[in-house]
């Protein structure tokens, strides 16, 4: 079966995915991160998936802004080889 729409999308790529989704997100439900990240893992793709505690879609929260720029710097850095910022 084909998948469609962002899993199927996701599958196709041969980059690196960076999944960052706030638990308590309404607008869009953590489970569609979590679909993708099946997918992305079942063929086998190179990814990491974050989830956020305590925050919504708009990331309304300063503190996990924050956190979103520390994994963002987390993940260049260990798959471009750039240094850390921490």
Request: no cysteine; aromatic share 4%; charged share 20%.
């Amino acid at each position: 079966m084909r998948q469609r729409g962002a899993v199927g999308t996701g599958l196709q790529a041969i980059m690196l995915l960076l999944l960052l989704h706030p638990e308590q997100d309404i607008t869009v439900p953590i489970e569609q991160s979590e679909m993708m990240a099946t997918a992305l893992r079942n063929a086998g793709k190179n990814y990491a998936f974050v989830r956020i505690d305590g925050d919504d879609h708009y990331l309304s929260v300063s503190q996990t802004r924050k956190r979103v720029l520390e994994e963002l710097g987390k993940f260049l850095a260990a798959h471009t080889g750039a240094p850390s910022t921490k």
